[in-house]
């Protein structure tokens, strides 16, 4: 099987330190084992879009060498296909319409009671897929062993929200499965979803990736660097010099001479080393010492 794997930002904001770990990351998994690297913008929720950030995204992965493969994929082009999962989990009877309003919600510790809830298809009412109350695992490839029970843990989930928008998990989803991608490599904020993603595809009958979920960078305050965080823009002024720490990050200890070597220097011998990496342990690590990255 060829290797496929994916970047997909959204376009809340530039790509910041901590996009580039996991880009770079990825991309080096990809290109080291002869696979492919694909890009896809995750503009599903125009609110919380900023105006021309994919196209700023795009433009920082070609300035620090990340090219991709083929044609960018933008969920926004991708409705159709959604809606046509959701139709088919509701025929299937694993999905369902709810009413049920935020306030409801709290009020049972936000937690989902099920398809006990459904109420009959009506505009006002989200759409969310139900879960087993069993506990369900997978393999991280970073993580290791990786359990929930997801009835217990939130219950059913949004897979269409009251304002027609899709949900993240249905179309992150549903993207990987139809763009055969094989492998998922991730920050670890995004393990909790792994789980919801793994049993849509099984409810949808379709095949899951493979999983690993990198220790997400934290600033000096033990906060996630996030772009509503406002974490400081990747400078390709500096893109060596980010580069070479985010090597640090993943494991691999570029040598001296090669510190202020251009990013395609430093991508192609980070691709040459890259199966001797030593990720690191758990779910957090902190920020290099020699980068002041701005939240």
């Known amino acids: ?67 991709w493969d083929g044609s960018v994929r933008y969920q926004s082009q991708r409705h159709a296909a959604y809606q046509a999962a959701v139709d088919h989990l509701l025929a299937q009877g694993n999905a369902f319409h709810c009413t049920l309003t935020r306030k409801q919600l709290t009020a049972l510790d936000h937690n989902h009671p099920g398809i006990t809830a459904a109420t009959p298809p009506c505009q006002d009412a989200a759409i969310r897929l139900a879960v087993p109350d069993r506990e369900l695992c997978y393999d991280d490839g970073i993580q290791g062993q990786v359990c929930n029970n997801l009835h217990e843990d939130g219950g059913a989930f949004v897979i269409r929200r009251r304002d027609g928008l899709y949900g993240y998990q249905l179309a992150c989803a549903l993207d990987d499965a139809d763009d055969g991608i094989t492998h998922v490599l991730r920050g670890a904020d995004l393990i909790d979803s792994t789980l919801r993603q793994r049993w849509l595809l099984e409810c949808l009958g379709r095949p899951a990736p493979h999983y690993a979920h990198l220790p997400v960078i934290i600033d000096g305050r033990d906060t996630k660097l996030s772009k509503s965080g406002g974490s400081e823009a990747l400078d390709p002024a500096h893109a060596s010099q980010l580069l070479t720490a985010a090597l640090h990050c993943i494991g691999l200890q570029p040598p001296t001479d090669l510190l202020t070597a251009p990013p395609a220097t430093l991508l192609e011998w980070g691709k040459l080393h890259y199966p001797e990496h030593h990720w690191p342990p758990g779910r957090q690590q902190p920020l290099p010492s020699e980068l002041k990255v701005q939240r």
């Open 1 to 67: 099987m060829t290797y496929r794997g994916r970047f997909a930002p959204t376009p809340s904001g530039p790509l910041h330190f901590g996009s580039l770990v996991a880009a770079l990351a990825s991309w080096l998994e990809a290109r080291s084992r002869g696979g492919e690297w694909l890009v896809r913008v995750d503009d599903l929720d125009p609110p919380r879009e900023v105006p021309g950030a994919a196209d700023t995204i795009l433009t920082q992965l070609e300035q620090f060498g990340l090219e």
